[in-house]
Nanobody
Framework: QAQLVESGGGLVQAGGSLRLSCAAS????????MGWFRQAPGKDREFVGG????????ISADSVEGRFTISRDNAKNMVYLQMNSLKPEDTGRYYC????????????????WGPGTQVTVSS
């Protein structure tokens, strides 16, 4: 069982940056693959990025490639999403997620979810 709590969301102008954090309450954080998803009103939950538990290799959605960076600190049970060059279309609720195995892009593959943190990018 894992409990996840996101923080760091807010309102930012286009072109700005935000850093989201996710704190995980879990016995062995290092064995979980961690990921970030987002959901805009009226849209499906969208994969943003994931970081593998084995080699910490990361993958990102094409829409955020080169702008967003996912990282983790196993000593602190934390995962981060650094978001740069934000665009209005990045607006949505951002969720931290955890699973075993590879960082699949399908939301149904993920086991644990946080309540989310809202990111709003104004034009």
């Amino acid at each position: 069982q894992a409990q996840l709590v996101e923080s760091g969301g807010g309102l930012v102008q286009a072109g700005g940056s935000l850093r989201l954090s996710c704190a995980a309450s879990v016995r062995t954080f290092s064995i979980y693959t961690m990921g970030w998803f987002r959901q805009a009103p009226g849209k499906d939950r969208e994969f943003v990025g994931g970081i593998d538990w084995r080699d910490q290799s990361a993958i990102s959605a094409d829409s955020v490639e080169g702008r967003f960076t996912i990282s983790r600190d196993n000593a602190k049970n934390m995962v981060y999403l650094q978001m740069n060059s934000l665009k209005p279309e990045d607006t949505g609720r951002y969720y931290c997620a955890a699973k075993f195995g590879s960082p699949f892009r399908n939301a149904s593959e993920w086991l644990y979810w946080g309540p989310g943190t809202q990111v709003t990018v104004s034009s």
